[in-house]
């Protein structure tokens, strides 16, 4: 069964940090780009940060950039996403997905995604 399952969301104070994880099961991830996309309550989802499957290159949305890190660990079948100095605004649903292996690269276009995790709870606040 193929299976994306998103864990280490929780609560923090702000400028706290947190490590998610998105592990895979039933497929490799080597092939896919994986992107971490957020939804915040009352907003649409946006995409959070990506990495591609061919050479790992990583992209940030402006609000994230320089906060948070992505990486893969494909020995692991796991991608990650470490939060620090998070703020209040970063509380969403957080959500990481696997995009379509033809594409190689990143993009912020959902459509193109083709499994998805539950998405984890992050709530910062003091």
């Known amino acids: 069964q193929v299976q994306l399952v998103e864990s280490g969301g929780g609560l923090v104070q702000p400028g706290g940090s947190l490590r998610l994880s998105c592990a895979a099961s039933?497929?490799?991830?080597?092939?896919?780009?994986i992107g971490w996309f957020r939804q915040a309550p009352g907003k649409e989802r946006e995409g959070v940060s990506c990495?591609?499957?061919?050479?790992?290159?990583?992209y940030y949305a402006d609000s994230v950039k320089g906060r948070f890190t992505i990486s893969r660990d494909n020995a692991k079948n796991t991608v990650y996403l470490q939060m620090n100095s998070l703020k209040p605004e970063d509380t969403a649903v957080y959500y990481c997905?696997?995009?379509?292996?033809?594409?190689?690269?990143?993009?912020?276009?959902?459509?193109?995604?083709?499994?998805w995790g539950q998405g984890t709870q992050v709530t910062v606040s003091s």
């Open positions: 997905a696997a995009r379509d292996p033809r594409y190689v690269r990143c993009t912020w276009y959902e459509l193109q995604y083709v499994y």
């Open positions: 039933g497929f490799t991830l080597d092939y896919y780009a």
């Open positions: 990495i591609t499957s061919s050479d790992g290159s990583t």
